[in-house]
Antibody, heavy 115, light 112 residues
Framework: QVQLVESGGGVVQPGGSLRLSCAAS????????MHWVRQAPGKGLEWVAF????????YFVDSVKGRFTISRDNSKNTLYLQMNSLRTEDTGIYYC????????WGQGTLVTVSS | DVVMTQSPLSLPVTLGQPASISCRSS???????????LNWFQQRPGQSPRRLIY???NRDSGVPDRFSGSGSGTDFTLKISRVEAEDVGVYYC?????????FGQGTKLEIK
């Protein structure tokens, strides 16, 4: 069955960096575009980024443009989110999701940006 | 960017009664391929989100048929024909037509 497992979250100071990973299994990862979605504590869902199946095209929410990079390694079945210049408002649970040919989400990884 | 506006934001419902959530987009969600990429998600307390409906009215696998989606253009609705206890949670619409994609604010469904 499809499984998505995020990792890499943690506590970081404002201005710092983190790289999130999402390990995929149970499907042909290289065939599908992938999303990152986040949720601040007690708040709603916010769409963050998307990358096409081949890694060539990607899209971001305006608030992270120029700070976050999305990438993938199809040989390792892994999706990444490189987060630089982190701000307190980036705090939250980060989910990776496959929303084509079904609906699959990871359990999320918590990112806390605090001094 | 496309703004998704849901109403109501809080929805107390009696068990067995119907419920309805509205979602409006600031632009038409009809894509150039003719499809309308409007999704509905459910997030139960402490859980990851789960999609219920895709492309306005298509139920995802395993979703009970008491959930239905309708609408067109900029105006969409999620209906639950008879609310059950397991339906408690927050419901979100999300548009996948335009970049960046975007979610509504969420509607919290609770049992009266």
């Amino acid at each position: 069955q499809v499984q998505l497992v995020e990792s890499g979250g943690g506590v970081v100071q404002p201005g710092g960096s983190l790289r999130l990973s999402c390990a995929a299994s149970g499907f042909t990862f290289s065939n599908y575009g992938m999303h990152w979605v986040r949720q601040a504590p007690g708040k709603g869902l916010e769409w963050v980024a998307f990358i096409h199946y081949d890694g060539i095209k990607n899209y971001f929410v305006d608030s992270v443009k120029g700070r976050f990079t999305i990438s993938r390694d199809n040989s390792k079945n892994t999706l990444y989110l490189q987060m630089n210049s982190l701000r307190t408002e980036d705090t939250g649970i980060y989910y990776c999701a496959k929303l084509v040919a079904g609906d699959n989400w990871g359990q999320g990884t918590l990112v806390t940006v605090s001094s | 960017d496309v703004v998704m506006t849901q109403s109501p934001l809080s929805l107390p419902v009696t068990l067995g009664q119907p419920a309805s959530i509205s979602c409006r987009s600031s632009q038409s969600l009809v894509y150039s391929d003719g499809n309308t990429y409007l999704n509905w998600f459910q997030q139960r307390p402490g859980q990851s989100p789960r999609r219920l409906i895709y492309k306005v009215s298509n139920r995802d696998s395993g979703v009970p048929d008491r959930f239905s989606g309708s609408g067109s253009g900029t105006d969409f609705t999620l209906k639950i024909s008879r609310v059950e206890a397991e339906d408690v949670g927050v419901y979100y619409c999300m548009q996948g037509t335009h970049w960046p994609n975007s979610f509504g604010q969420g509607t919290k469904l609770e049992i009266k």
